[in-house]
Structures are given as C-alpha cells and as structure tokens.
C-alpha cells in the first residue's frame, strides 16, 4: 500500500510537469498544521494537505487550509494524484476547497 509520503512526491511530479513551482513542507513541530505541499501554478499559490485515503485533516491543519482559501488561494485536501491531475486540465477553472475541474458534477463540497 502507497504511503503519504508516496503520494506527496506524486503530486509534486505532477505539479513540476505541469510547469509550477512546488515545495514539499517537511515537520519541524514549529509550523503545526502548515500544508505538507505549497504551490505556485500559473501564478496562483496552490496549497496542498495529503492524506491517506479515508484520513480527515486535523482542526488546525483544516483551519489553516480555510485561511488560504480567505486569502484568495486554493487550499486542497488530497489523497490521490489522478485528482490533482483532473484540476491542473482545467486550472484555474478548479474547485479552490476540492480541486475538481469547475464543471458539474466534478465539486461535490459546496465551497468554491
Ligand atoms: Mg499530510
Ligand atoms: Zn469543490
């Protein structure tokens, strides 16, 4: 079974491929619930929390992510690189909460 940090070096190929700027946060017990990923796409800062699939984001790691989006950002939970993928074919008409591309049925959050 793929581990978080599996997926997190996946979605940062893609964001490389894709021709953005990624940096990959690593722990350091002074930044609690900084995005593992943060991103500049097409000149948008793109921040990303990865989660193993079924794992929820923290209160404070959500309450940051909220903080992004206030600020005009898009700030996504994901579990999956075909997800990211999906939103960079059609950025930045995406989803700013859930990445998916902005047309029905793709964004089931409700956020954007
Ligand atoms: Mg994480
Ligand atoms: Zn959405």
Request: aromatic residues 6%; hydrophobic residues 40%.
């Amino acid at each position: 079974m793929a581990k978080e940090a599996d997926i997190v070096k996946a979605i940062r190929r893609a964001i490389e491929a894709y021709g953005g700027y990624c940096q990959k946060n690593h722990g350091d017990g002074l930044s609690s619930g900084r995005p593992d990923i943060e991103a500049c796409v097409d000149g948008h800062f793109v921040a990303i929390e990865v989660k193993m699939p079924r794992k929820k984001a923290t209160d404070i790691q959500t309450h940051i992510l909220d903080k992004i989006r206030s600020a005009g950002g898009w700030a996504v939970v994901l579990d999956d690189v075909i997800k990211l993928r999906a939103g960079l074919s059609t950025f930045p008409l995406t989803c700013r909460a859930c990445f998916a591309p902005l047309k029905p049925p793709f964004c089931q959050c409700k956020t954007s």
